[in-house]
């Protein structure tokens, strides 16, 4: 059994590996690709099953054990969102297929796209299932060096522009967190999760918060919180929709799953967590406020993308177990619905050549499943009942009623306020591009790079896979009462770390 905690990791390297050295084949790169996902979604679901019946499954490397040693640990939240994000790469990668045999034909192959993609799969996956900060650090550059080749491959000077916001952020991040990393084992001499929890409690008060506020910024960068969201706006869009759309779903969610992760199981809070309470209803705010000034489609999703991560954040902050079930429940939904958006955005684009809402209309006549596409995602972002973004809201408006505080409270009422600025933003989006009069598609402004737009054609892969996803919100809302249950064991066990740590640990505690 332990060996299927590794297979998540090992399984897209070595793929990545013979897809690069084997180039020149592109069916081979498409069916490998496709294959090792899909094994990944059945070991994840084992994973999910085993450790929701019997605990967490631990391997430790090499056969040394903790805290020397590199632990692989799955436990209900790790298996959980390695399931849900399997699915997700699984339906972009089908959907990036189509998009490539559309526009460039089958012979033509990638010696880039297929090996970075599988490799950035591998960093989320440890990243999921790492069991100490190095291991999140190397999972996090894995990501990070796979997402900086797929966000400036192929493209033109302005994106490259733009993707150079997301380096320049993400190695002051990287520089930030090794640099944090150095002052734990500095001051506790071990960087094991499971290990950290009794060491830190034994430090002066002033160094716990000092360490646990540098934590919050190196995760909350990554995860875009407010106010150090500002590259995520700038870079995401200009990426081809695939790309976009595994980016925008999984990577700032591994933020912050790294957030709950060591806020739970290394430092302890008051309950609720005023300060984690301010920074989420700041970040709702100031995301659902700039999507509304938006005219471009992909930015807009952009902002809205951090006003919800504020959510996630607000369930953090009243810390207690309904808070993390409604926090849990929400970056299963989203991760989903988020990928979704933009894989959509990625079809209007297609028939219409422009991001801009302003050029475009008529698209419910023209391309009615994309109205449909569209529609059944954005009324779940907003919270209509009884998609899973109701279901996830309203796990967390119940966690902010009980926590008993004014801050609570007030974050209760962003979460009202915000929901409805999002279903005011995702009606503005349609009533522009898909209401009113067919408009003929503008032309590709920049042919020779890899984002094709105005073709007004999509293939049945592209459809299917954004198809695929948006069944994938709504089977999250039909079991939302099995989920709601792991979830809410998943946050039992995040708020009482025992289990974790003998797992872990066992008799070297």
Wanted: glycine share 10%; charged share 10%; net charge neutral.
């Amino acid at each position: 059994m332990t060996v299927l905690v590794a297979l998540p990791v090992l399984l897209p390297l070595a793929a990545a590996g013979m897809s690069l050295a084997l180039g020149r084949f592109a069916d081979f790169q498409r069916i490998i690709g496709l294959v090792v996902l899909a094994a990944i979604i059945v070991d994840a679901g084992v994973l999910l099953y085993a450790t929701d019946r019997t605990g967490p499954v631990v391997l430790q490397v090499g056969g040394w054990a903790a805290p020397a040693g590199i632990t692989l640990i799955a436990d209900r939240l790790s298996a959980l969102l390695l399931v849900v994000s399997a699915v997700v790469t699984f339906a972009v990668l089908i959907y990036s297929i189509g998009q490539r045999l559309t526009d460039y034909g089958r012979e033509r192959a990638s010696t880039t796209f297929h090996p970075m993609y599988l490799v950035l799969c591998a960093g989320v996956s440890l990243a999921y299932l790492a069991g100490d900060l190095f291991n999140l650090f190397v999972a996090f550059e894995i990501m990070l060096s796979s997402s900086y080749v797929l966000i400036t491959r192929r493209t033109t000077a302005s994106r490259v522009r733009a993707g150079m916001t997301y380096v320049i952020v993400s190695l002051t991040s990287s520089l930030l967190f090794i640099t944090m990393i150095a002052l734990v084992y500095a001051a506790t001499a071990t960087v094991n999760l499971a290990d950290l929890g009794d060491k830190v409690a034994l430090l002066p008060e002033g160094l716990q918060v000092a360490l646990g506020l540098l934590m919050v910024i190196v995760f909350g960068v990554k995860a875009a919180m407010v106010p150090l969201h500002f590259w995520l706006p700038d870079s995401y869009p200009t990426a081809p929709a695939p790309v976009t759309a595994v980016f925008a779903g999984l990577l700032t969610k591994v933020g912050i799953y790294a957030l709950i992760r060591t806020q739970t199981l290394v430092f302890s809070h008051e309950q609720p967590w005023t300060l984690m309470l301010v920074i989420a209803l700041i970040t709702m705010l100031v995301g659902a406020l700039g999507a509304l000034a938006q005219n471009d489609l992909n930015r807009m999703l952009s902002f809205l993308l951090v006003s919800h991560i504020g959510y996630m954040l607000f369930g953090l902050g009243v810390y207690d177990v309904i808070g993390l079930t409604g926090v849990i429940l929400y970056v299963v939904h989203h991760i989903t619905v988020q990928a979704t958006l933009f894989l959509v955005s990625g079809l209007i684009t297609r028939h219409t050549g422009t991001v801009a809402l302003s050029r475009m209309g008529g698209l419910a006549k023209a391309a009615p499943m994309i109205a449909v596409l569209f529609a059944l995602p954005a009324l779940s972002l907003a919270g209509v009942p009884p998609f899973s973004g109701f279901v996830a809201k309203l796990a967390l408006l119940q966690a902010g009623a009980g926590a008993g505080t004014w801050p609570a409270y007030a974050v209760t009422g962003g979460v009202v306020f915000t929901s409805l600025l999002t279903l005011y933003a995702m009606a503005r989006v349609w009533t522009r591009a898909f209401w009113g009069q067919v408009r003929a598609p503008e032309p590709d402004p920049d042919p020779d790079d890899e984002l094709v737009v105005g073709t007004g054609n999509s293939t049945r892969p592209m459809v299917a896979a954004t198809g695929v996803l948006v069944t994938a919100s709504v089977v999250i809302a039909l079991f939302a009462g099995p989920l709601a249950g792991v979830s809410e064991r998943a946050a039992d066990d995040l708020m009482h770390g025992e289990t974790y740590r003998e797992a872990v640990l066992g008799g070297a505690r």
